[in-house]
């Protein structure tokens, strides 16, 4: 299927490749030791604020779209200070803080009025609404097809 065929094309594509995860794709870039990558992007940001030949980009076609969050698991055993704590974090002032500190957009307006015009024009902190329509979130597979998925992914890491 077509989760065969992608494997066998980023086989062909693993002498060219350094790194996988953005983990280790970081240091790489930071140091100028590979020409392209890809990764979050407040790595990004992290990346750019040591590298300023670094460019961020979202792919023409498009790309994946993630949301970070606060939960507060079923067993906590202090609620309430959980809810003090996202509360507190949801607060316009510390939410703007936060924001840059990570190097990922907000959604909290309020927050958003608290930032630098230089951090709200950087499209790779604040992607534009053309980028935004490009994005996709993940999507919840069975797992047949992450396991198929899996075995593509060690399959292409073994060949590094």
Known sequence: GELAIA????????????????????????LGEAPIGMGYSGDAASVIAD???IVYIVPKDGSAVWTDNFAIPSTSK???????????????????KNAEYVGYATPNESAKALLPQETLDNPAFNPPAEI??????????????IKEFNEQFLGFKMAL
Do not use: C, S, W
């Open 132 to 145: 935004l329509q490009q994005l996709e979130h993940y999507e919840f597979l069975p797992a047949d097809i």
């Open 7 to 30: 494997g066998t094309y980023l086989k062909a594509l693993a002498p060219n490749v350094r790194a996988v995860l953005t983990d280790e794709i970081k240091p790489l870039m930071r």
């Open 78 to 96: 202090n609620e309430a200070g959980a809810y003090a704590f996202i509360n507190f974090m949801l607060r316009p002032e510390n939410a703007a």
């Open 51 to 53: 590298n300023p030949n």
